[in-house]
Protein backbone atom coordinates (compact mmCIF):
# COMPACT_ATOMS: atom_id res chain seq x y z
CA UNK A 1 0.00 0.00 0.00
CA UNK A 2 1.41 3.16 -0.55
CA UNK A 3 2.48 5.87 1.57
CA UNK A 4 2.95 9.29 1.07
CA UNK A 5 4.54 11.54 3.59
CA UNK A 6 4.61 15.17 3.23
CA UNK A 7 6.81 17.78 4.82
CA UNK A 8 8.59 20.64 4.67
CA UNK A 9 5.99 23.48 5.07
CA UNK A 10 5.46 26.78 7.40
CA UNK A 11 4.83 30.68 8.08
CA UNK A 12 6.70 32.60 5.42
CA UNK A 13 6.77 36.17 4.69
CA UNK A 14 5.50 37.34 1.37
CA UNK A 15 8.82 36.74 -1.06
CA UNK A 16 9.96 34.21 0.92
CA UNK A 17 11.09 30.64 -0.07
CA UNK A 18 9.75 27.05 1.41
CA UNK A 19 10.95 23.66 -0.05
CA UNK A 20 8.79 20.94 0.22
CA UNK A 21 9.71 17.15 0.51
CA UNK A 22 7.59 13.71 0.02
CA UNK A 23 8.72 10.29 0.77
CA UNK A 24 6.73 7.38 -1.20
CA UNK A 25 7.12 4.15 -0.19
CA UNK A 26 5.07 0.94 -1.28
CA UNK A 27 5.71 1.32 -4.89
CA UNK A 28 8.18 1.46 -7.46
CA UNK A 29 8.82 5.08 -7.37
CA UNK A 30 10.91 6.06 -10.15
CA UNK A 31 8.38 4.69 -12.74
CA UNK A 32 5.48 7.34 -11.61
CA UNK A 33 4.38 10.71 -12.42
CA UNK A 34 4.60 12.41 -9.17
CA UNK A 35 2.67 15.99 -8.46
CA UNK A 36 2.40 18.50 -5.99
CA UNK A 37 -1.50 19.42 -5.43
CA UNK A 38 -2.58 22.74 -3.26
CA UNK A 39 -5.86 23.23 -0.99
CA UNK A 40 -6.60 26.57 -0.02
CA UNK A 41 -9.45 27.00 2.28
CA UNK A 42 -12.66 26.98 0.58
CA UNK A 43 -10.96 26.05 -2.77
CA UNK A 44 -10.83 22.56 -4.85
CA UNK A 45 -7.65 20.63 -4.92
CA UNK A 46 -5.76 21.92 -7.78
CA UNK A 47 -2.53 19.97 -9.15
CA UNK A 48 0.52 22.85 -9.47
CA UNK A 49 3.16 20.92 -10.96
CA UNK A 50 4.42 17.18 -12.12
CA UNK A 51 6.97 15.55 -13.20
CA UNK A 52 7.32 12.66 -15.42
CA UNK A 53 9.50 9.52 -14.85
CA UNK A 54 11.78 10.97 -17.78
CA UNK A 55 11.91 14.57 -15.27
CA UNK A 56 9.59 16.69 -17.67
CA UNK A 57 7.74 18.74 -16.08
CA UNK A 58 4.17 20.91 -16.41
CA UNK A 59 3.30 23.86 -13.98
CA UNK A 60 0.37 25.89 -13.63
CA UNK A 61 0.13 29.62 -14.62
CA UNK A 62 -0.02 30.69 -11.09
CA UNK A 63 3.37 29.04 -9.91
CA UNK A 64 5.31 29.09 -13.02
CA UNK A 65 8.64 30.90 -12.79
CA UNK A 66 8.36 30.58 -9.21
CA UNK A 67 8.00 26.60 -8.52
CA UNK A 68 10.20 23.78 -9.17
CA UNK A 69 9.47 20.50 -9.16
CA UNK A 70 12.57 17.95 -8.69
CA UNK A 71 12.82 14.52 -8.04
CA UNK A 72 15.22 11.96 -6.15
CA UNK A 73 14.84 8.55 -7.51
CA UNK A 74 17.37 7.07 -5.26
CA UNK A 75 15.64 8.55 -1.94
CA UNK A 76 11.95 7.98 -3.28
CA UNK A 77 11.00 11.76 -2.47
CA UNK A 78 9.66 14.06 -4.58
CA UNK A 79 10.30 18.04 -4.10
CA UNK A 80 8.66 21.24 -4.19
CA UNK A 81 11.07 24.33 -4.60
CA UNK A 82 8.90 27.45 -3.75
CA UNK A 83 10.45 30.93 -4.34
CA UNK A 84 8.81 34.50 -4.63
CA UNK A 85 6.14 33.05 -2.46
CA UNK A 86 2.81 35.11 -2.36
CA UNK A 87 -0.14 35.21 0.17
CA UNK A 88 -2.19 33.45 -2.56
CA UNK A 89 -0.25 30.17 -2.23
CA UNK A 90 -1.59 29.36 1.42
CA UNK A 91 -2.99 26.08 1.11
CA UNK A 92 -2.40 22.81 2.43
CA UNK A 93 -0.01 21.09 0.00
CA UNK A 94 -0.10 17.48 -1.03
CA UNK A 95 1.45 15.15 -3.18
CA UNK A 96 -0.05 12.43 -5.63
CA UNK A 97 1.09 11.00 -8.15
CA UNK A 98 -1.25 12.16 -11.74
CA UNK A 99 -2.80 9.68 -13.84
CA UNK A 100 -1.37 12.08 -16.71
CA UNK A 101 0.21 14.79 -17.83
CA UNK A 102 -2.28 17.79 -17.90
CA UNK A 103 -2.93 19.40 -14.55
CA UNK A 104 -6.30 18.61 -14.79
CA UNK A 105 -5.31 14.68 -14.55
CA UNK A 106 -6.76 13.04 -11.13
CA UNK A 107 -4.54 11.70 -8.45
CA UNK A 108 -3.61 8.43 -9.14
CA UNK A 109 -3.92 7.33 -5.19
CA UNK A 110 -7.27 7.40 -3.27
CA UNK A 111 -5.44 7.47 0.46
CA UNK A 112 -3.68 10.82 0.49
CA UNK A 113 -0.96 11.64 3.23
CA UNK A 114 -1.50 14.64 5.55
CA UNK A 115 -0.42 17.40 3.64
CA UNK A 116 1.64 19.96 4.98
CA UNK A 117 0.38 23.54 5.73
CA UNK A 118 2.28 26.83 4.02
CA UNK A 119 0.87 29.90 5.20
CA UNK A 120 2.46 33.17 3.56
CA UNK A 121 1.94 36.42 5.65
CA UNK A 122 3.69 39.39 6.89
Known amino acids: QVQLVESGGGLVQPGGSLRLSCAVS????????MGWYRQAPGKERELVALITSGDSTNYADSVKGRFTISRDNSKNTVYLQMNSLKPEDTAVYYC????????????????WGQGTQVTVSS
Open 26 to 33: GLAFRFLR
Open 96 to 111: NSPTGSSLTAQARFGS
